[in-house]
């Protein structure tokens, strides 16, 4: 849902991004574009990656480690970690962290971060998962871009949402509004079988046209090869830990990509021209739909 964004948006003092890479360098670009005299931390290994971020605009402070100061009064911590690695910071900031403070995180898998969130009483009553569906294969905050979200949808995982959640709900949405978001309202297991469609099986299948073309073939690829493929150019480790922490949903989402691939093959086999082009006619108006 689109619109103002209202008063409870403005009110943020602080935001602190763990992990600034291109999604949370993107955060902490967009934060400070909209929100200028919003404090924006920034939380890594790296001291020199941190003091590089903070030279090119991104961050106003940084430090290694979240501190309970730094948690003290309102403020919003967004996790942007590996997906594996973010149930347990989250856990770990909560216990920091003081009664005004939400945390959410842009983690593209959400039932296995959310079921292991909730199994600690702090962060459950602190954090509401989010998935904003933006990004690229190029990591790094060097290709931060405070209009990555603009126009993207959020998921927002309410969860349980008691009356004594749904103002941290409520001010979970008007976080990711504000950076130019339209926010889904989803279910983690919802959002997990969806998401296993439309973004972890593209990337398989990305992968293994790349695989199956090999580089011996490269010379002879053009827009169309580029075009389909290049997802596949991203990081391996963050693609393995995003379709290991949905399993079985990129299964189920594989099972019928084999379907549909079958129903190709045979067509080309019983030389069944009308079939294949059912079958193409088929996928191009889908596709069209997206652009329209």
Not at 260 to 284: C, F, G
Request: contains cysteine; proline residues 2%.
């Amino acid at each position: 849902m689109r619109g103002m964004v209202e008063p409870q948006a403005k009110s943020e003092k602080r935001v602190v991004v763990v992990g600034v890479g291109l999604i949370g360098g993107s955060v902490a670009a967009a934060v400070r574009h909209r929100l200028p005299d919003c404090q924006v931390v920034g939380i890594g290994r790296c001291e020199q990656r941190l003091q590089a971020a903070a030279d090119a605009g991104l961050l106003t402070g940084w430090a290694t480690d979240v501190t309970s100061e730094m948690l003290s009064g309102r403020c919003v911590v967004v996790v942007c970690l590996p997906v594996h690695l973010i149930a347990t910071h989250v856990r770990r900031i909560a216990e920091k962290a003081s009664d005004d403070v939400l945390i959410t995180d842009a983690g593209s898998v959400k039932a296995v971060i959310c079921d292991a969130v909730n199994e600690h009483e702090a962060a459950s009553r602190l954090f509401v998962g989010a998935h904003p569906i933006a990004g690229g294969e190029q990591g790094g905050f060097e290709h931060a871009d405070a209009d990555l979200f603009h126009d993207k949808v959020c998921v927002v995982v309410a969860g349980d949402a008691t009356s004594a959640r749904k103002p941290l709900v409520h001010r979970t949405r008007h976080f990711w509004q504000h950076l130019g978001c339209r926010i889904v309202d989803m279910t983690a297991d919802e959002h997990d079988r969806v998401l296993a469609l439309t973004s972890h099986l593209p990337h398989l299948m990305a992968a293994v046209t790349t695989t199956v073309a090999g580089t011996d073939n490269l010379s002879l690829t053009g827009s169309g090869f580029r075009d389909a493929t290049r997802i596949a150019a991203g990081d391996a480790e963050l693609w393995t830990a995003i379709m290991a922490g949905n399993r079985a949903s990129v299964i189920a989402a594989i099972g019928r990509a084999e379907e549909t691939l079958a129903d190709y093959r045979k067509a080309l086999e019983q030389q069944n021209d009308e079939r294949l082009l059912e079958l193409l006619a088929t996928a191009a108006e889908c596709r069209r739909k997206l652009s329209s």
